[in-house]
């Protein structure tokens, strides 16, 4: 399996962004992908997180701003993030497991300056 993001970027805050994951390879198992992130000096976190059925969660800290859907036939996952701040600063990972091992993209850089 492998997975791949795209659409990071530097922004402002307040401003909008989003991600997209595709994964490809073999990948009729899955049933439920997600984002995490990792700012600098930080650890790696989860974002969101959303299943085949549409049952989505989120972090605290992005609840309200953030919105991750998912394309369970072409296991593709979005996230819209909107009004970005300045912590949500960080290399966003898109992430998935299968079969009891976990997989990972290799992550997109969102900067949000102040």
């Known amino acids: 399996v492998q997975l791949a993001e795209s659409g990071g970027g530097l922004v402002q805050a307040g401003e909008t962004l989003r991600l997209s994951c595709a994964a490809s390879?073999?990948?009729?198992?899955?049933?439920?992908m997600g984002w995490y992130r990792q700012a600098p000096g930080k650890q790696r976190e989860l974002v969101a997180h959303?299943?085949?059925?549409?049952?989505?969660n989120y972090a605290d800290s992005v609840k309200g701003r953030f919105t991750i859907s998912g394309d369970n036939v072409k296991k593709t996952v979005d996230l819209q993030m909107n009004s970005l701040k300045p912590e949500d600063t960080a290399v966003y990972y898109c992430?998935?497991?299968?079969?009891?091992?976990?997989?990972w993209g290799k992550g997109t850089l969102v900067t949000v300056s102040s």
């Open positions: 992430y998935t497991r299968l079969f009891g091992r976990d997989y």
């Open positions: 390879g073999n990948i009729v198992g899955i049933n439920a």
């Open positions: 959303i299943t085949s059925a549409g049952s989505t």
